[in-house]
């Protein structure tokens, strides 16, 4: 696709080095293959030295030129130590950060912390709590943002040209607050333009323009109304009904006017029940490739996977975690 040769050629300007935490796991291993045929991005795997080249061999993938790290053997693990403590001063003992650090999520986030690696891609067995759990704590939000969100990228094929929407968000925050709600929304339309999308932004829910009543309701409205004084040049409109998003003879009848009714392509979730499902909805019957959860507002490339991805969207996911960098 057109949008990953781009990424592509910005990492063979500029060749990164990524930690992929679950050194041994088969998807990891063929993306890791493919990316090191393609010399423009570094695989770092964690794990035992042995584990991997067995996993490796068993799966048939060449991975000759991968880094392999090992948390039992690392020689700076005593510097590692040292500053995982100064990061998590009061919050965690040194012995906790010595337990911690022997997990490939919390070693690899530490690996990027350090400067040993540029980027991280992990959770294809570990959960995303698990996975984006040590970046919160030790990489942090950056000093614009308050929270970290995330967003998928969807993208079906069509003759022509792909279709391409943003979604937010579907993986990090459980219940979003009004405000978090426009920093999501905000973010997911900053993310939506890198990919190539012109951000027609609708705030989701279950009500069209007060057709429904109930706090969801308003929160997302408040939400939507906050977001436009925020951000008056973006096309933002809410609250509205997913068929009210998407379908131009819906949006013209439940939301005559609205500059963004029926041709939504950037949807902000009023809270992950909802965004988890309906990200996974479009992909599963949709015929969407979901590229994510990309995280948003954190301090360095650190994104997680679906554990139910394949080995294709693990290499998609590693080309833009680098090179978003
Ligand atoms: C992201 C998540 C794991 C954080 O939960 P948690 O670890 O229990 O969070 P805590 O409240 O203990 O906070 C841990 C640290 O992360 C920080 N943090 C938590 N949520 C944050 C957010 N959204 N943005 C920035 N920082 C955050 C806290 O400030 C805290 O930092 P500190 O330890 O330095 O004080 C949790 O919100 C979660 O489980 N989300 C849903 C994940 C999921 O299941 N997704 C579905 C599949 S994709
Ligand atoms: C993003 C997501 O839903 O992750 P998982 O499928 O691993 O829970």
């Known amino acids: 696709m057109h949008m990953f040769q781009q990424l592509i050629d910005t990492l063979k300007k500029d060749p990164r080095k990524i930690v992929f935490t679950e050194g041994t796991d088969p998807r990891i291993l063929e993306a890791s293959a493919r990316l090191l045929a393609g010399n423009f991005l570094t695989p770092i795997l964690v794990g035992s030295e042995q584990e991997v080249h067995a996993a490796a061999e068993e799966s048939g993938f060449n991975i000759r030129g991968a880094q392999i790290i090992d948390p039992e053997t690392y020689e700076g693990m005593d510097e590692m130590v040292q500053t995982m403590v100064e990061l998590r001063r009061g919050k965690m003992t040194a012995d906790e950060c010595r337990a911690a650090l022997k997990k490939g999520n919390y070693f690899g986030t530490m690996l990027v912390k350090m400067g040993v690696a540029d980027c991280l891609l992990g959770g294809a067995t570990y959960s ?3 996975t984006v759990r040590p970046a919160l704590q030790l990489i942090k939000t950056k000093p614009e943002n308050k929270i970290v969100s995330s967003c998928f ?24 607050s009004e405000d978090e709600l426009v920093e999501i929304a905000l973010e997911t339309a900053k993310c939506a333009k890198i990919f190539g999308i012109d951000p027609k932004v609708a705030f989701l829910s279950y009500s069209t323009k007060g057709s ?3 706090e969801d309701v308003d929160k997302m409205r408040n939400a939507c109304a906050k977001a436009k004084a925020a951000a008056p040049d973006l096309a933002i409109d809410g609250e509205m009904q997913f068929d009210a998003a998407v379908s131009p003879t819906v949006g013209q009848l439940k939301f005559p006017g609205s500059p963004v009714a029926g041709y939504a392509n950037t949807f902000v979730f009023p809270n992950i029940n909802a965004g988890n499902i309906g990200y ?3 992909q599963r019957l949709g015929g969407f490739d979901a590229y994510g959860p990309i995280l948003l507002g954190l301090n360095a490339p650190i994104n997680d996977l679906s ?9 998609s996911m590693a080309i833009i975690t680098a090179a978003l960098k």
Not at 153 to 176: F, H, S, T, W, Y
Not at 307 to 315: D, K, P
């Open 128 to 130: 995303t709590a698990d």
């Open 153 to 176: 990228i969807m993208v079906r094929e069509r003759v022509g040209d792909n279709e391409v929407l943003a979604m937010g968000d579907c993986a990090i925050n459980i219940d979003p």
């Open 212 to 214: 429904g009543k109930g």
């Open 280 to 282: 996974k909805i479009a």
């Open 307 to 315: 554990r139910g991805c394949n080995a294709q969207e693990v290499y």
